[in-house]
């Protein structure tokens, strides 16, 4: 069966620090990856998605996100936070002969500080 | 536009009812999919449906979940004989096609408690 772990349950930023958050992936086949978020009070939005060529993907807000398809991983990235990023940010993976299936981590919670 | 809504936004119920959760998805929207996220827990898939069919019904816990979907566009959630492992949030989304390509929007969810 898929499983997506992510590293960090809380990290805690100060602005303009970077960010990295882990996201790897359990499926030896062919994946769409993906990167939610959730800002408090909102709705899971769209942040970033990967579904073949450039490995590099890059989203809205500045952030973006390397799939690296030795180390199961799709790692969440962004040089220069700022406070409006505090949010919860999920991974989800779905492998692709699981049809509309996804399978989403258990999320990071991201606070920034001003 | 109105995005995927869904009611109630907050249920309490008590063990051994029955309880149905609507979601509204954008109008439009072909594909329709539903979630529960438990407590400290990532999204966990229950079912997917294209128009009115469930090709895969594959997350769905146990026999006491069913779903259904009228007209290409309302879904219900409905959950037999609650149990207090059945508390999460129940969230909705759905997209214009079934095709991963296509954003899945998000609706508020439906915050489940039984106690």
């Known amino acids: 069966a898929q499983s997506v772990s992510q590293h960090n349950h809380h990290v805690i930023l100060s602005e303009a620090a970077s960010l990295e958050l882990g996201c790897n992936y359990s499926?030896?086949?062919?994946?769409?990856l993906f990167w939610y978020v959730q800002y408090p009070g909102q709705h899971l939005q769209l942040l970033l998605k990967y579904f073949s060529g450039d490995p590099l993907v890059k989203g809205i807000k500045g952030f973006e996100a390397e799939f690296i398809k030795s180390k199961f991983s799709f790692n969440l990235r962004k040089p220069s936070v700022q406070w409006s990023d505090t949010a919860e940010y999920f991974c989800a993976v779905n492998a692709r002969n699981y049809g509309q299936n996804f399978v989403f981590g258990p999320g990071t919670r991201l606070s920034v500080l001003p | 536009g109105a995005g995927v809504s869904q009611s109630p936004s907050n249920k309490v119920t008590e063990k051994g009812k029955d309880v149905e959760l609507r979601c509204d998805p954008i109008s439009g929207h072909t594909a329709l999919y539903w979630y529960r996220q438990s407590l400290g827990q990532g999204l966990e898939f229950l079912i997917y449906f294209q128009g009115n069919s469930a090709p895969d019904k594959s997350g769905l816990p146990s026999d006491r979940f069913s779903a259904e979907r009228t007209g290409g566009s309302v879904s219900t959630l409905t959950i037999q004989r609650t149990q207090q492992e059945d508390s999460a949030v129940y969230l909705c989304?759905?997209?214009?096609?079934?095709?991963?390509?296509?954003?899945?929007?998000f609706g508020p969810g439906t915050r489940l408690t039984v106690l």
């Open positions: 989304a759905s997209s214009l096609a079934p095709d991963l390509y296509n954003e899945q929007f």
């Open positions: 499926y030896g086949g062919t994946v769409n």
